[in-house]
């Protein structure tokens, strides 16, 4: 069966900090990773890979994807409270057109 | 260029009723996705419409149907309602063309509460 495994399930971290969130999958028809960001609200997207090995960057968030182990990493430098959320990774399924989720990592960013 | 946009937001019924939600994907996008998130289950797929077709269904029971208009605007309508369907109802839209690698965006939500 189709999965996706996302570690941590749950983050603390102060204001400054480095975080990497991780996403590992199982997918037998992989057609791209794509990862969101959810507050209170829809996921919001944030980035979609494709290719092994190219790193994905807007600000101070960045991923890269390891086609051949089969995971992907979210890095988020100098965290903000306005970083605090649900970061979901997800699977898109190209013979079902569906995204397959993880479970999310919650994040909290504390002053 | 509008979002894609969701009714209503908020929604309470009552065991057995049924209700429908409506969605208007981004301007261009000609596939919608309906997508089920609750805090046990996480998010799972519902189903896809494309050009007016189901083109992919998840693993829900009959009551849950949808259809897709000729504007490419969906709607999902779930019967006989049971507590356990109390969940944020999410719908995602895309271009949708066969082979693409394209990012579901998505709507606000409908928060479902089943009394």
């Known amino acids: 069966e189709d999965k996706v495994v996302q570690s941590p399930l749950s983050l603390v971290v102060h204001e400054g900090d480095t975080v990497t969130l991780n996403c590992s999958y199982e997918v037998t028809n992989f057609r791209s990773l794509l990862w969101y960001k959810q507050e209170k609200k829809a996921p919001t997207f944030l980035f979609m890979l494709t290719s092994s090995g190219i790193e994905k960057k807007s600000g101070r968030l960045s991923s890269i994807l390891d086609k051949k182990e089969l995971f992907s990493i979210l890095n988020i430098t100098a965290t903000q409270t306005g970083d605090s959320a649900i970061y979901l990774c997800a699977v898109d399924d190209s013979n079902t057109g569906k995204l397959i989720f993880g479970q999310g990592t919650t994040l909290q960013v504390k002053p | 260029k509008a979002g894609v946009t969701q009714t209503p937001r908020y929604l309470i019924k009552t065991r057995g009723q049924q209700v429908t939600l409506s969605c208007s994907p981004i301007?261009?996008?000609?596939?919608v996705s309906w997508y089920q998130q609750t805090p046990g289950q996480g998010l799972q797929f519902l189903f896809e419409y494309f050009s007016e077709t189901q083109r992919n269904k998840g693993n829900f029971p009959g009551r849950f149907s949808g259809r897709q208009f000729s504007n490419s605007r969906s709607e999902m309508n779930v019967s006989t309602l049971e507590l356990g369907d109390s969940a944020l109802y999410l719908c995602?839209?895309?271009?949708?063309?066969?082979?693409?690698?394209?990012?579901?965006?998505f709507g606000p939500g409908t928060r479902l509460t089943v009394l």
């Open positions: 301007s261009g996008h000609r596939s």
């Open positions: 995602a839209s895309r271009k949708g063309l066969a082979g693409a690698q394209d990012t579901q965006y």
